[in-house]
């Protein structure tokens, strides 16, 4: 049974600092493409980064430059280091996996939907 796992969410200030974690379970972690999604109260969701098999990464263009998404294959955790947060980065986030062979950018823009889905864990951001 595939289980993806989210934790490190919680509250920070203006400009500060979140590191989420993301454990899968019960799939062959380096088959799939795995991602970092949010949903604001009132909003689409949206996708947040990508890494791809390779270690290649593609990022929603309002978070490039803060976030950073990476992998550990020894581990099968996903990370997604987020400095500089701002308001706007209030939401819930969720982790994903893929092993469809989707491009990264239709997964980023939800042209495509993963096969698996974790159940989230909330950013909030306070000005």
């Known amino acids: 049974q595939v289980r993806l796992a989210e934790s490190g969410g919680g509250s920070v200030q203006t400009g500060g600092s979140l590191r989420l974690s993301c454990k899968a379970s019960g799939l062959s972690y ?5 991602g970092w999604y949010r949903q604001a109260p009132g909003k689409e969701r949206e996708g947040v980064a990508i890494i791809d098999r390779d270690g290649g990464t ?3 263009d309002s978070v490039q430059g803060r976030f950073t998404i990476s992998r550990d294959s020894r581990k ?3 990370y997604l280091q987020m ?9 819930m986030y969720y982790c994903a996996a893929d092993a469809h062979g989707y491009k990264s950018e239709y997964l980023l823009r939800q042209w495509a939907q993963p096969m698996y889905w974790g159940q989230g864990t909330q950013v909030t951001v306070s000005s």
């Open 58 to 60: 593609s990022y929603l």
């Open 83 to 91: 400095d500089g947060l701002k308001p706007e980065d209030t939401a």
């Open 30 to 34: 380096n088959n799939y493409v795995m």
């Open 76 to 78: 099968n955790i996903l």
